[in-house]
């Protein structure tokens, strides 16, 4: 129903910015939801940030005033922009669709292919 494309990731240095992104297609008009996870070695996935519909964002702890999630509705594609990157940041980031199916009122979760974010000291 909904298909996830995401991009950006890459090797840095820490201090340094990257921009993560990614492209939702399929049936983009029942998403709920949209966010984007981490998953390190080793460890179970855990939220980043989300985005809402209508624009409400929510962010981790760890992330608040480094990290902004960010939509373009016209491309149905969301962002990541990451800003101030430690090495603790490394880790795999998926992208997340909640999307509501017509037929049901429960939310089916979509996840991209995860892209490899790394910093280095």
């Known amino acids: 129903q909904v298909q996830l494309v995401e991009s950006g990731g890459g090797l840095v240095q820490a201090g340094e910015s990257l921009r993560l992104s990614c492209a939702a297609s399929g049936s983009t008009s029942r998403i709920n939801l949209m966010g984007w996870y981490l998953q390190a070695p080793g460890k179970q996935r855990e939220l980043v940030a989300t985005?809402?519909?209508?624009?409400?964002?929510n962010y981790a702890d760890s992330v608040k005033g480094r990290f902004t999630i960010s939509r373009d509705n016209a491309k149905n594609t969301v962002y990541l922009q990451m800003n101030s990157l430690n090495p603790e940041d490394t880790a795999v980031y998926y992208c997340n669709a909640a999307v509501r199916p017509f037929w049901s009122g429960s939310l089916v979760n979509y996840w991209g292919q995860g892209t490899q974010v790394t910093v280095s000291s």
């Open positions: 985005i809402s519909s209508g624009g409400s964002t």
